[in-house]
């Protein structure tokens, strides 16, 4: 049965346009400018391992993007977990400017370990970058249906990037070596960080976080996995894992080696499933005013297992394109909302943190599915691969369905135990309290009285656990 949000008249649409927001039309702009030039850089870096190891540059490439979700995984919580100790503005220009500077030196680089140390360091200031950035977003569109469109436009632009940068790259390499890409990624960078520069941000509430060092960097990850609708979400991130590298790592094989097609074939395929995706993309917010978050998510990953499965039999190359349309559209409905469901789970104080986990625990995913799909096509043939995932990822939906409760309200009666700590002087929902002058401004002990109540919940400090 399909679960139903309240509707959204059609003639107010408009005004829940994210660009009419000029600041959101900064931070936009950085990030395509942003995803261009690393959709440059990538193809620099695939010729730039070809001159460097020749036909082995396959495996260098496979060894950088390992790298890669390493930097993306260890250390997204880390900067996650204690980026409220910086302002935000600085922090993200910061980050932008160190990734400048490393793609600058990529043309430099001279033997394989020097990729390998570069790529790790550029993924380390990403893996701060884009959840600190991503936190950013609600903050500047506080509006459910313009956040929505907003999400849709970054999805958007994640699609557009691998449809324009290949196509960029290759005109720009009518006229230039492959250095002149990176240092156009650099630029982009630079632009990026000029663009977040005049933008207004949001100035952030202070953290009062209990605890050391360690219990702020795992501060995200924790509340993540302790929050049901987000471990569902976790759950349909392994589906669309296990998809995606099916898409990217197996469609060269399959059409070169299968089906005897030509490189121009692959791209095609490849820009069918991006397509799939824009459409989706470009259709949620509409559907979303109608549709839960939940049931788009869940039909998403069961257009993605049929699509899937259907590989078994060994489709021909059209059948193969109409295929992968299917499986983008999958994808989309899965990612695209995905952003709404961890702001509803956090606290605006702990977005950062929340962000940072939900990019490195879906990174993660990719961490283990890009070399199963790559292994199990090379033992068992592409077809069966595709049957095995397409019977995991049915797996996961119904998984995700159980742990994400149908019945999931925002706002839930709780209980709160007799407790005392020291925190920050504040007055809120949970430090109401009488105090002398002399320590209004200062950190001190606080008794909290046995309590229940209601209100938004979400995993924090003063809410270590989901309320059974």
């Not at 910061?94 to 680089?109: E, G, H, N, Q, S």
């Not at 820009?271 to 989706?280: K, R």
């Not at 990174?363 to 043939?381: D, E, F, K, T």
């Amino acid at each position: 049965m399909l679960e139903f949000n309240e509707p959204f008249p059609e003639e107010m649409t408009e005004l829940h346009n994210p660009l009419r927001n000029s600041e959101f039309r900064k931070l936009f702009t950085a990030q395509v400018i942003a995803l261009v030039g690393t959709g440059l850089a990538t193809v620099a870096l695939t010729l730039l391992a070809y001159d460097m190891v020749g036909g082995n540059a396959g495996v260098l490439l496979g060894q950088a993007l390992a790298i890669k979700m390493v930097a993306y995984v260890v250390f997204a919580p880390i900067v996650g977990g204690i980026a409220h100790r910086f302002n935000r503005k600085p922090l993200l220009i910061t980050l932008d400017l160190m990734r400048a500077i490393i793609v600058l030196a990529m043309p430099f680089a001279t033997e394989v370990w020097h990729i390998f140390v570069l790529i790790f360091l550029l993924n380390v200031f990403s893996a701060g970058f884009k959840p600190v950035f991503q936190a950013t977003i609600p903050d500047i569109i506080n509006e459910e249906q313009a956040y929505t469109r907003a999400l849709s436009f970054s999805r958007l632009a994640y699609d557009l990037e691998n449809l324009i940068s290949p196509a960029l790259a290759g005109l720009a390499l009518l006229f230039f070596t492959y250095d002149f890409l990176f240092i156009s990624n650099s630029i982009a960078f630079l632009v990026s960080a000029s663009l977040i520069l005049v933008t207004v941000l949001p100035g952030g509430e202070s953290v009062d976080r209990l605890g050391g060092l360690w219990q702020e960097i795992s501060f995200g990850v924790r509340s993540y996995l302790k929050t049901p609708r987000l471990r569902g979400l976790l759950v349909l991130y392994l589906g669309v894992a296990c998809t995606s590298a099916m898409v990217i790592v197996n469609t060269v094989v399959y059409i070169r080696e299968i089906l005897q097609r030509s490189d121009s074939d692959v791209a095609m395929a490849l820009a069918a499933s991006g397509a799939g995706s824009m459409i989706a993309a470009l259709s949620l917010p509409r559907v979303l005013n109608h549709i839960s978050d939940r049931t788009v998510m869940l039909s998403g990953a069961i257009i993605m297992s049929l699509g899937l499965m259907t590989i078994w039999l060994s489709p021909d190359f059209v059948t193969l394109l109409a295929i992968w349309f299917m499986i983008g559209l999958g994808l989309s409905l899965v990612q695209t909302p995905s952003g709404r469901i961890v702001n509803q789970s956090s606290a605006p104080t702990d977005r950062p943190s929340y962000f940072s986990a939900q990019f490195a625990l879906s990174h993660a995913c990719w961490m283990l599915a890009y070399p199963v799909a790559g292994q199990l096509g090379h033992l068992i043939g592409i077809e069966t691969t595709a049957l095995m995932l397409g019977i995991l990822v049915t797996l996961f939906s119904i998984v995700a369905a159980l742990v994400w409760p149908r019945n999931d309200p925002e706002v839930i009666e709780h209980s709160h135990a007799d407790v005392s700590h020291r925190h920050q002087h504040t007055h809120d929902i949970h430090h109401d309290h009488f105090h002398n002058s002399d320590d209004a401004t200062e950190d001190h002990n606080h008794h909290h009285t046995p309590l229940t109540h209601s209100h938004l919940f979400v995993i924090d400090d003063h809410h270590p656990r989901w309320p059974e």
